[in-house]
């Protein structure tokens, strides 16, 4: 079973996979050795914090072993994909490439004769939804919450659109901006077939935004650049750009005005743009624990795609 976007995992097995990383965070002594024998190869193409971590000590912290790799150090950019990830899975028991084409994670998926997990892609961020609907799953005990995305619709917010309202949560859009390469018409109208994916009018007055804010279980929010333009001095008037047009959708502590709702950010995060400071270090514990969760909800994944965990689990 490959991990690389919802399209073709129905919700149960969803439920199933973040029930499996909720029961292994909070029992991790009974699964020390459930990985064990078992290794895990990692491609980054794409930087990364969390990624890294939370697969290296999911996978190394259950009995088993990682390796990680950059993409220029390897010959996967000078050769085809297919045979490069082939001769991987000879090595390896699972694969998780953080890329940033998703055609180049299609291509891998094609051809591994491993399960490949999609760490991040220009389209999809599947692993980092699951690790919110966990945190979302252990704070609420609830999957059916109210959930606002304020920011970019970029991967992020692809990959909480294609799980959470068809897990029952209601998920309310306000994307000033579309990253168009992420944009999936079919994940969009799947979402709104379920009745729980509204997308909100950006136009709308400030007034009548905060109070739908004040309305919301969840606010989440991304960052407006992606992590390898933030920097890069070829996409500065374009950031400029960006930054005008989202300054008004900050999360700060005036949009939160009168709302109890729990703040989530899947980091890295950049104070005084997408999110203030104060907002920061006043929801940092569930920032945190959002983030910590990426490590247990690595662990979920990797039990569902590999050969042979889900019995072995089960029978531990």
């Known amino acids: 079973m490959n991990f690389i976007d919802f399209s073709n995992i129905p919700a149960e097995i969803l439920e199933i996979i973040i029930d499996n990383s909720l029961e292994v965070k909070n029992n991790s002594n009974a699964y020390g050795k459930l990985f064990e024998g078992k290794g895990l190869y990692m491609l980054f193409e794409k930087t990364s914090t969390r990624t890294a971590i939370s697969f290296e000590r999911a996978m190394v912290t259950m009995g088993g072993t990682a390796m990680i790799q950059r993409l220029e150090d390897t010959n996967f950019g000078i050769c085809d994909i297919q045979d490069e990830v082939?001769?991987?899975?000879?090595?390896?028991?699972?694969?998780?490439?953080?890329?940033?084409?998703?055609?180049?994670i299609k291509i891998m998926g094609e051809y591994s004769t491993?399960?490949?997990?999609?760490?991040?892609?220009?389209?999809?961020?599947?692993?980092?939804?699951?690790?919110?609907?966990?945190?979302?799953?252990?704070?609420?005990?609830?999957?059916?919450?109210?959930?606002?995305?304020?920011?970019?619709?970029?991967?992020?917010?692809?990959s909480l659109v294609e799980s959470l309202p068809k897990l029952g949560g209601k998920l309310y859009g306000c994307t000033p901006i579309m990253n168009k390469p992420a944009y999936d018409q079919k994940i969009v109208e799947a979402a709104m077939a379920t009745g729980n994916f509204i997308q909100l009018d950006t136009n709308m007055p400030k007034e009548n935004l905060k109070k739908l804010v004040q309305e919301m279980d969840v606010i989440y929010t991304d960052t407006w650049v992606d992590m390898e333009f933030f920097k890069n001095p070829s996409f500065a008037e374009k950031k400029e750009?960006?930054?005008?047009?989202?300054?008004?959708?900050?999360?700060?502590?005036?949009?939160?005005?009168?709302?109890?709702?729990?703040?989530?950010?899947?980091?890295?995060?950049?104070?005084?743009?997408?999110?203030?400071?104060?907002?920061?270090?006043?929801h940092i514990d569930t920032i945190l624990l959002q983030a910590e969760n990426r490590t247990h909800a690595q662990k979920g994944i990797l039990i569902e795609v590999m050969p042979g965990m889900v019995e072995k689990f089960e029978a531990t």
Request: aromatic fraction near 10%; charged fraction near 25%.
């Open 241 to 282: 750009e960006r930054l005008s047009k989202m300054m008004p959708f900050q999360i700060n502590e005036e949009l939160l005005e009168g709302s109890k709702a729990i703040i989530m950010h899947d980091m890295p995060m950049h104070p005084g743009y997408e999110i203030s400071r104060e907002t920061i270090e006043k």
């Open 86 to 104: 082939r001769y991987v899975g000879r090595n390896f028991d699972v694969i998780m490439a953080r890329m940033k084409n998703n055609a180049d």
């Open 114 to 158: 491993v399960p490949i997990i999609n760490g991040c892609c220009n389209k999809y961020h599947p692993c980092q939804a699951m690790a919110d609907i966990m945190t979302i799953k252990e704070l609420f005990g609830t999957f059916n919450v109210k959930m606002m995305y304020i920011g970019v619709w970029n991967n992020v917010f692809n």
